[in-house]
């Protein structure tokens, strides 16, 4: 039951972070008068799932779901996605834990 409540938790968390994420780039895109994207965006149209992870868009197909493109693009994103954070965590760790 633990392991439960702090999974959700986290997923909480992390919910919470994108929100505060986007937010905060909607509004530095209002002050500099830029068209940005958000940090993290789901959408359903249709047949297509859009999805807009990094300012990068990856639109998906029905039927492309189950091809090994997708998933590549997919594993691609999630990398990218990763390596993104794993910069901002060495930015914070030598800014303000070192």
């Known amino acids: 039951m633990a392991n439960i409540n702090r999974s959700l938790l986290v ?5 919470l972070v994108v929100l505060g994420l986007n937010t905060s780039n909607e509004g530095i895109g209002s002050l500099t008068m830029e068209n940005r994207k958000p940090v993290l965006d789901i959408n359903r149209d249709h047949d297509t799932v859009n999805v807009v992870l990094l300012g990068d868009n990856l639109n998906l197909e029905r039927d492309e779901l189950s091809n090994n493109v997708t998933l590549r693009k997919t ?4 990398r990218d996605g990763y390596s993104y ?3 901002i965590w ?3 760790y030598a800014v303000f834990i070192f």
């Open 75 to 78: 594993y691609d994103v999630a």
């Open 85 to 87: 954070l794993h910069r």
């Open 90 to 92: 060495r930015i914070f």
């Open 11 to 15: 997923i909480i968390v992390f919910i």
